[in-house]
């Protein structure tokens, strides 16, 4: 798959969401399908754990109020904002089709961005790495935000009694709790790693800190992407350190580069498989709908920032860089699994459940597609790649 995407020139992440396509729409696939207990005992705390380790510190901390305003407050923007032109565009073309709080779990549950394919295609280019980690380090916390805002307002969909305080109560409980928690595992881990040398038992301690961190929260009904992030942090920044070799950390690196590949390959894969097309071409008008209103949603936040930091005389982002942020936004599996874990009977869900996946389909292979002729464009792109 990775020689055929390199041949056609498709980024690899995209290549695989077409091989899925065929697979699920044009053969009898009957192999394993995108879940909610897949997504999450199995694929995402490797993915954000090897994200978060190999990030360094210094540079998360440099730019952490860009990554936190666009992790938190900008995702919340973007929830309310993508529902109210979702709940007044859907029912512009069928009147009665989504209540607002309806359209406010779709807001929650496509509004977290996945940026795996954009930043293949940073490095090809050689972008500013500055904008690299903005980009990956807003991605791993804003799947932490999304999550606990999704469960928030569909416990309010479902009827639960919590007002907007209480639920900004029990969204800093969730959030901060799971903060809490995933530092304990990571410094209890990383005392472990750096009083030892040997490959085999860093590897296996690590994949402890990225899943116990992810269970232990999950457990105590918190954030498991928010433990395992801050985990992650902890260990590849402090406990890599100390007694272990070059070679020790070479090879602790691989391993988790390797898995994250593993994993990336295997949820790109399935998302392709979820995708009935005949079914979407059923709701292509309320796709277009959900994917002007993520866009937009995205845009206004992005340039209000950007508006914001210049009135305030601060040189933080280039006009290039808002622009960037902005189309870069591909949603992904996360979105899709979300959709997936609705209960039967709520109401819409069909019609949700189908917006979700149209607009995650539109993001990659539109805003996917055009993302490196964009950073051209605006000048970002300081080496033009051979692939």
């Known amino acids: 798959m990775a020689v055929g995407a390199r041949l056609t020139r498709l980024p ?30 199995v694929v995402l705390p490797g993915l954000l754990f090897e994200a978060a380790y ?84 807003e991605s791993l916390f804003n799947d932490g935000t999304a999550i606990v805002i999704f469960g928030i307002v569909l416990a309010m969909a479902n009827g639960s009694p919590l007002s907007a305080g209480g639920a900004a109560v029990e969204f800093l409980r969730v959030a901060g709790l799971a903060t809490v928690v995933g530092g304990v595992v990571g410094v209890a881990v990383s005392v472990l790693t750096r009083t030892q040398d040997d490959a085999m038992t860093g590897i296996t301690l690590t994949m402890l800190s990225a899943y116990g961190a992810f269970i232990a929260a999950e457990l105590l009904g918190l954030s498991g992407v928010i433990a395992c992030v801050v985990a992650g942090m902890i260990t590849g920044n402090w406990g890599s350190q100390g007694r272990s070799g070059a070679a020790t950390r070479r090879a602790v690196d691989a391993f988790w580069s390797y898995a994250a590949f593993l994993l990336n390959s295997f949820v790109f894969l399935l998302m392709g498989v979820e995708i009935n097309l005949l079914r979407l071409l059923h709701y292509l008008p309320q796709i277009l709908v959900g994917w002007i209103a993520i866009n937009l949603a995205r845009a206004t936040f992005v340039y209000a920032k950007y508006a914001l930091m210049c009135a305030a005389g601060s040189k933080a982002w280039p006009l290039s860089w808002a622009t960037v942020l902005t189309w870069g936004g591909l949603r992904g599996g996360l979105s899709m699994v979300l959709a997936l874990s609705l209960p039967a009977d709520f109401n819409h869900r069909e019609l949700i459940l189908h917006m979700t996946f149209g607009v995650v389909l539109l993001t990659l292979l539109v805003q996917g597609l055009s993302i490196k002729p964009l950073l051209r464009r605006v000048g970002l792109a300081k080496a033009r790649a051979a692939d």
Do not use: C
């Open 54 to 137: 190999q990030m360094h510190f210094a540079e998360f901390w440099r730019a952490r109020l860009s990554i936190l305003t666009l992790a938190v407050p900008g995702l919340v923007v973007a929830t309310f904002l993508t529902a109210y032109l979702v709940w007044w565009g859907v029912n512009g073309f069928a009147p009665g089709s989504l209540s607002f709080i309806e359209a406010l779990v779709f807001g929650a549950l496509i509004s977290a961005t996945d940026p795996i394919s954009v930043l293949a295609i940073f490095r090809t280019l050689g972008v500013d790495s500055r904008l690299a980690v903005i980009v990956e380090a």
């Open 12 to 41: 690899y992440a995209i290549g695989l969401v077409l091989a899925g396509l065929l697979l699920g729409n044009a053969f009898a696939y009957s192999g394993p399908h995108l879940s909610k207990q897949l997504l999450f005992l």
